[in-house]
């Protein structure tokens, strides 16, 4: 068993290796730093798409708490111009962000998200061990102030599965799973809720999560939400040409991905 998580008493299942290689902030992870330039995974003179940090929040708004730095007030500095969010990420949550610099390209890009024209995959550690392939159809609110329920759909992929000599509830040995999530809908905080709903709670969630769980993690030096918006495709608004941006992952994040490393690896 040669990876470092390994030593702390991890086993990889055999015949789940990860389909993603090894290269933020929930409330306990410090924010970015203020005038850290935001990676840029694909930039053109209509629209970019940035890879978001673990931690930021987008925009301020009513869950803001009094915080004064945000994404957006970033970017228009980083690019000199004014940005048209396309669509949002959780503070919590790391990955490809699209956004527009004019009206009509944020308004066409918006039209394609709404009609599930763009593809977004995200990578997802859970409790458990579940199916290889299952989807949640389970209809969600708006959040605070936002009580009507609406059709919200998710569809999962195991990835790769471990388990860790660390006792849980009753059993001898904790087991997680390593998951790609394609969200139908975008409802408020969709993949966490629908996780939370199947009983496979998404690990560093402090709101929606297993703090037994979060807790474990913590104890492997792993203090962010582990949900990351891994990919984004769309076609592009003018030309039609697909693109493709892919977010790489940070570096707590890289910690435990590697946990679903085979061992030796």
């Known amino acids: 068993m040669g990876c470092a998580a390994a030593r702390a008493g991890h086993r990889a299942v055999p015949g789940d290796a990860p389909a993603v290689g090894a290269a933020g902030r929930d409330a306990a992870v410090a924010p970015a730093a203020a005038h850290a330039p935001i ?3 694909h930039h053109e003179a209509q629209f ?3 890879d978001k940090p673990a931690g930021l929040m987008v925009h301020d708004s009513a869950l803001a708490r009094g915080e004064d730095d945000f994404l957006a007030d970033r970017l228009r500095v980083q690019f000199g111009r004014q940005v048209f969010l396309v669509h949002r990420l959780d503070r919590a949550t790391s990955g490809c962000l699209l956004l527009a610099f004019d009206r009509e390209t944020a308004s066409a890009l918006g039209k394609a998200l709404m009609a599930g024209d763009v593809e977004k995959h995200y990578l997802a550690v859970c409790r458990g061990w579940p199916e290889a392939r299952f989807s949640i159809d389970h209809a969600l609110d708006g959040g605070p102030g936002k009580p009507l ?3 919200a759909v998710t569809h999962f992929e195991r990835l790769a599965a471990c388990e860790l000599d660390l006792p849980s509830a009753g059993f001898p040995t904790s087991r997680y799973a390593l998951l790609r999530a394609i969200p139908e809908t975008g409802r408020f905080r969709q993949i966490r809720r629908h996780l939370k709903h199947a009983s496979h709670h998404l690990i560093g969630d402090t709101s929606h999560g297993d703090g037994r769980h979060n807790r474990t993690f913590r104890m492997l030096g792993i203090h962010r939400m582990l949900l990351h918006a891994q990919r984004l495709a769309f076609a592009h608004p003018s030309s039609g040409v697909r ?4 977010a790489p992952p940070d570096a ?6 590697a946990l679903f490393e085979p061992a030796g690896a």
């Open 39 to 41: 990676g840029v995974l």
């Open 48 to 50: 970019a798409v940035v």
């Open 149 to 151: 329920k609406k059709p």
């Open 243 to 246: 693109v493709v941006a892919e």
């Open 252 to 257: 707590e994040l890289a910690k435990a991905l």
